[in-house]
């Protein structure tokens, strides 16, 4: 078992910057690609970005590129999402999950084991 408790999310302008982080606990967090998604009311889990075990692969979905950055540490069990320019539809709960590294980065919800509860992060015009 990984659990992942997020940390970070709220209330922002647009044109501000938040920070995301992940607390990883559990089986090696090393093991693990990982990824944030999130979801807003009525939508489905959208994919944001992800992170090789390594740390040496990322990869961002094309609505965030250039403005989202995904770090981790694996000293640390962390893994942080900085999100800058922040946009009104970039408002939803933010997931942080764990999936075990296979190859190619994992951008779809079920490629991922271990979710966390998830962050509200809303962006105001």
């Known amino acids: 078992q990984v659990q992942l408790v997020e940390s970070g999310g709220g209330l922002v302008q647009a044109g501000g910057s938040l920070r995301l982080s992940c607390a990883a606990s559990?089986?090696?967090?090393?093991?693990?690609?990982m990824g944030w998604f999130r979801q807003a009311p009525g939508k489905e889990r959208e994919f944001v970005a992800a992170?090789?075990?390594?740390?040496?692969?990322?990869y961002y979905a094309d609505s965030v590129k250039g403005r989202f950055a995904i770090s981790r540490d694996n000293a640390k069990n962390t893994v942080v999402l900085q999100m800058n320019r922040l946009k009104p539809e970039d408002s939803a709960v933010y997931y942080c999950?764990?999936?075990?590294?296979?190859?190619?980065?994992?951008?779809?919800?079920?490629?991922?084991?271990?979710w966390g509860q998830g962050t509200q992060v809303t962006v105001s015009s």
């Open positions: 559990g089986r090696t967090f090393s093991n693990y690609d």
């Open positions: 992170i090789s075990w390594s740390g040496g692969r990322t």
């Open positions: 999950a764990a999936g075990l590294g296979r190859g190619a980065l994992p951008i779809r919800p079920y490629e991922y084991s271990y």
